[in-house]
């Protein structure tokens, strides 16, 4: 059986793929407040952009609504952008934090002071995620109470660590522990009542 998630990584990759030459053109157009350059920028980046966002929120329009707010803060902080390490990562993390910015109004007081330990070696075996597709999986993932869809895809799809959540999200650090292994136990009981 074909790897879904790996075709679906390759083509956003390739989808948003510029030479190097051709972004250095877009990103001093952009400086400039060159309209064309601008949407160029736009076309390009923003499919994978709310994809990110996608992972989020299942709600389309504030999908929408975070989506231009981020190309907003890009646009009039990409002066900001010097060059040091690639411009795709710098403008992602500007679309994750647009995200968190969001999501944190959503977030209940109860989760932030949830101090409950729990173990931390919940694993989902990558067995039974080979046999569910990328689109079954974000439904799974989109099914996740607010605040634990939040910090398991800031830890698991962008690598953040429980310090860095706890920040963006004005939760501890055991608390961001808490919120993702919780959700990767609910994640184990989606996926074992899906086969």
């Not at 948003?16 to 390009?44: F, N, T």
């Not at 002071?113 to 173990?119: G, K, L, N």
């Not at 698991?156 to 310090?163: A, F, G």
């Amino acid at each position: 059986m074909p790897d879904t998630n790996k075709n679906t990584a390759a083509k956003d990759e390739e989808a948003s793929y510029v030479a190097p030459h051709e972004l250095s053109v877009l990103i001093s157009g952009c400086m400039s407040g060159k309209r064309s350059a601008q949407k160029a920028l736009y076309d390009k980046f923003a499919p994978q952009a709310y994809g990110i966002i996608r992972r989020y929120t299942s709600h389309k329009e504030m999908s929408d609504e975070i989506l231009n707010d981020a190309f907003f803060k890009i646009l009039t902080k990409i002066d900001q952008y010097q060059g040091k390490g690639s411009f795709e990562g710098w403008l992602y993390k500007i679309v994750v934090y647009t995200v968190t910015d969001h999501l944190r109004k959503y977030i209940k007081e109860k989760d932030r002071s949830d101090t409950r330990e729990i173990e931390d070696n919940v694993e989902v075996s990558a067995s039974i995620v080979e046999q569910i597709s990328y689109k079954e999986l974000l439904a799974m993932i989109h099914e996740l109470p607010d605040t634990q869809r939040v910090v398991f895809n800031l830890h698991v799809m962008e690598q953040y660590s429980h310090k860095e959540i706890g920040t963006l999200l004005n939760i501890t650090e055991g608390n961001s522990r808490w919120h993702l292994n919780s959700a990767r136990k609910q994640l184990m009981k989606k996926i074992n009542n899906h086969s």
